[in-house]
């Protein structure tokens, strides 16, 4: 089993969550994993991007051109970050408009659902994983949020994850 | 070289670069542990303070007002023969690079390991230079991590060396290692119960001249010791014979990316390929195997060539040479060319990075922007020198010219005004600008030096009661330590009259108007026939503390319809909660980011912002 995902955003939009829960979940399906995030001044809002890599890699870093999976959290970031993908790669982004992806407004879906901006990642992520689209299965994702997330958000959190989900369906 | 392809979870964990450091730093059985913030850096320390906390490890740690202070700290723990750690990003060895010369000379007694991560790229620094460089200018071994894995057993290894040789040990791992995140064994910390014990032995701990020179001959004798203990040999790789004669030399992150590299192309096991552990001192018998067996040798590292000077071969390819790009990190998008190039291999075509990207900006709300819109308005024609933190980040608006190291804004000041002061003429207003946190660290020489010498220029220090930048560690002035126990707080205001300067006001930024007229008295103050250096404090909490950000008014903010699309507001005020909506040429607020904080209202030239002082809904 080998994956490389991309989780590309802004400073602030989660994308450091998003990268911590897959890597926990990769290590409960017993898979090594190793992963890549940005830290220090880009997370004032500058383009920020998270590598994880389940399988038997040794360094951090995916090549250009070889990521499995893009889960964008902006879609202005397709532009910037694109490249990383392999042909055929699976892209899914947070965008209020469709285009050549895979694309989930999550930032509507947060809005209707009564949760904050930023549980635009989490929805991402659900809908990602109802389709099927990364390594771990919702069951598995809804189990990690649970036990990783700190207890003042983990009922919002769920309920974003599962907001996501039933948008794939 | 090993990787499994599954893994026993039960007593691994998943955890980051840093996370691994200070897990080995307490396992070690390490009871004091120093350091600065600084990425790539930061997390080490809160990261020991968790592990101890729950495993019930003794450890003493602090966030020491700088390097160089938390390094001492730290020595003499370990020469009361206990275990010690202190650790920094690369830039804060060079402030703690006095005691660390020394401190090869000397000794130590209890291990001590010396974490400096550095930052290849680089990414959150203002240099890419190398640890490793600096542990052989020291005479300082070196351990260099290629995973958090890996990180996390070096500390252990770095102490036992550390205590075998009485030198203190270097490890380096670089922004991949300490940023990555990875499964990880743990285990339980070691106990070594030893109470302080201090040797009094003066030809040693106060070493002067006539002894340095025989304490720097068994100094030599220990590295050449060193260099020959087997366990931190080059780890091979071997090849099968499908290159005869060559080798790959690989240490840190590029060995891990060379070798995903070699395995992807099927080339794992047919060409030698070395891990270089230890980089300084280099181990005798593996130069001279490099020297004898092979004829074509290429050498990955980052950042400077410290293994290849080392090689001392004219044959070798690599950073020296050419081959390998003289500056930059070693992604595996750099790597791939020089595999190609060195094992004749077809370039494999890739896509371009096309660059690009939002550049990071102060917070929505950040009262460093109103600060620095003040500072802009106030003097249009001044000279901004300022320092190293979020608010370097006021570069975006125009009142940042300068940022060089930790605590150079106030000397830089003192010397512009020296500059333009030196003709008898004019000189335009200085002001410089420094956190908090940066103050402490080094700010306070630099303001002893410029009040004594009577320059004249206006001091803005941006308290936001954190070290926001690196991650919210606590300066000495909000009164609680690294591990949450109350110190006895050192007030800034306090400091700045100790230090002689003759006017001092604290505001808060957001009263723009106000602010705006205390600068100008400032400038008065320095231009005044007495006058000097003006010191202006200013002071509101950093907003990404979100009991700050509750306890301040939230306005109801909105965009009348007499704004012009002037972009006033966007191009000097620079609120990522404002942007310009292309449909009717009018500036619109982001509900989502927006705080409320107002002071965008003083900004718009039409007055078409408004706030809703009700508050919001």
């Not at chain 1, 809002?45 to 889960?71: C, H, Q, Y």
């Not at chain 2, 802009?376 to 001044?382: D, I, L």
């Not at chain 2, 190293?388 to 150079?408: E, F, S």
């Amino acid at each position: 089993m080998k994956q490389q995902i991309i989780v590309s955003g802004l400073g602030g939009q989660g994308a450091l969550t998003l990268t911590r829960l897959l890597a926990e979940a990769a290590a409960a399906l017993g898979l090594p994993v190793i992963t890549s995030e940005t830290h220090g001044m880009a997370q004032r809002g500058g383009t920020v991007i998270s590598m994880i890599k389940v399988g038997p890699f040794r360094g951090p870093l995916i090549p250009a051109g070889e990521a499995d999976r893009g889960l964008f959290l902006h879609p202005k970031n397709l532009a910037v970050h694109r490249f990383y993908l392999r042909d055929g790669a699976a892209v899914f982004v947070n965008a209020a408009l469709p285009g050549d992806y895979r694309s989930v407004d999550a930032r509507s879906l947060a809005a209707a659902h009564g949760l904050p901006a930023v549980a635009a990642n989490l929805i991402l992520l659900g809908y990602a994983a109802g389709q099927g689209g990364v390594f771990a299965g919702p069951d598995l994702l809804v189990e990690m949020i649970a036990a990783k997330t700190p207890e003042r958000f983990r009922e919002a959190s769920l309920r974003a994850f599962q907001a996501g989900l039933a948008a794939a369906a | 070289m090993q990787t499994k392809t599954s893994i026993n979870i039960d007593n691994q964990r998943i955890l980051m670069g840093n996370e691994a450091l200070g897990r080995g730093i307490v396992e070690a059985g390490v009871t004091l542990a120093a350091s600065y913030p600084g990425t790539p850096a930061s997390e080490i320390l809160a990261s020991a303070v968790t592990y101890a906390k729950e495993t019930g490890a003794e450890l003493y740690a602090e966030w020491s007002v700088n390097e160089k202070v938390a390094f001492e700290v730290a020595l003499a723990n370990s020469m009361c023969g206990r275990r010690s750690a202190v650790s920094m990003k690369q830039v804060g060895l060079n402030v703690a690079s006095d005691p660390f010369m020394r401190a090869a000379y000397l000794g130590v007694k209890g291990g001590l390991v010396v974490v400096v991560a550095d930052d290849p790229g680089p990414h959150s620094s203002q240099t890419e230079q190398d640890s490793r460089f600096f542990a052989m200018f020291a005479k300082v071994p070196v351990l260099d991590p290629s995973s958090p894995r890996e990180a996390k057993d070096m500390v252990a290894q770095a102490l036992e060396l550390s205590e075998r040789f009485e030198l203190p040990v270097m490890v380096r791992p670089t922004t991949r290692v300490c940023h990555a995140r990875q499964n990880v064994p743990c285990g339980t910390p070691v106990r070594l119960d030893r109470p302080a014990k201090f040797d009094k032995d003066p030809r040693r701990w106060c070493a002067t001249p006539v002894f340095v020179l025989e304490l720097h001959r068994g100094l030599n004798d220990k590295l050449d010791k060193i260099a020959g203990v087997p366990e931190f040999a080059p780890q091979l790789t071997a090849g099968d014979g499908s290159y005869p004669g060559a080798c790959i030399i690989a240490s840190g992150v590029a060995y891990a990316h060379t070798g995903d590299w070699l395995e992807e192309l099927g080339l794992l096991g047919r060409v030698d390929f070395y891990q270089v552990t230890m980089p300084y001192p280099l181990n005798r018998d593996f130069i001279h195997t490099v020297q004898t067996r092979y004829d074509k040798i290429l050498v990955i590292e980052e950042t400077y060539p410290v293994i290849e000077l080392q090689l001392a071969d004219a044959r070798v390819q690599g950073r020296t040479s050419g081959l390998v790009p003289r500056a930059g990190e070693l992604t595996p998008d750099v790597i791939r060319p020089v595999l190609e190039t060195f094992l004749e291999l077809p370039a494999r075509v890739v896509p371009a990075p096309p660059g690009g990207g939002d550049r990071p900006t102060l917070c929505a709300g950040c009262a460093h922007r109103a600060a620095f819109y003040g500072i802009k308005t106030a003097f249009p024609a001044g000279i901004f020198p300022s320092d190293i933190g979020c608010y370097t980040l006021g570069l975006n608006l125009g009142a940042v010219d300068t940022c060089h190291c930790m605590g150079a804004g106030i000397s830089q000041a003192a010397g512009f005004y020296r500059a333009y002061a030196a003709g008898g003429g004019e000189f335009p207003t200085i002001v410089a600008t420094i956190g908090d946190s940066t103050f402490f660290h080094a700010g306070v020489p630099a303001l002893v030096n410029a009040v004594f010498h009577r320059a004249r220029f206006i001091l803005v220090i941006l308290d936001n009661a954190t070290t926001a930048m690196t991650g919210h560690q606590p300066t000495p002035q909000v009164g609680f330590t690294a591990t949450g126990e109350h110190g006895h707080p050192v007030f800034i205001p306090d400091l700045v009259r100790a230090c002689g300067a003759g006017f001092l006001r604290e505001a808060d930024p957001y009263d723009l108007p106000a602010f705006i007229d205390l600068l100008k008295s400032a400038d008065a103050y320095c231009r005044s026939p007495e006058g000097g250096v003006a010191v202006v404090i200013a002071k509101h909490p950093c907003l990404l503390d979100k009991e700050a950000c509750k306890a301040q008014p939230a306005y109801d903010m909105g965009i009348t319809e007499d704004c012009t699309g002037c972009l006033q507001c966007l191009e000097d005020f620079e609120c990522p909660a404002l942007s310009l909506d292309e449909t009717d040429g009018r500036v619109v607020i982001d509900e989502g980011r927006c705080v409320g904080c107002g002071v965008c209202v003083h900004v718009c030239p039409e007055g078409a912002i408004t706030a809703n002082t009700e508050g919001r809904p």
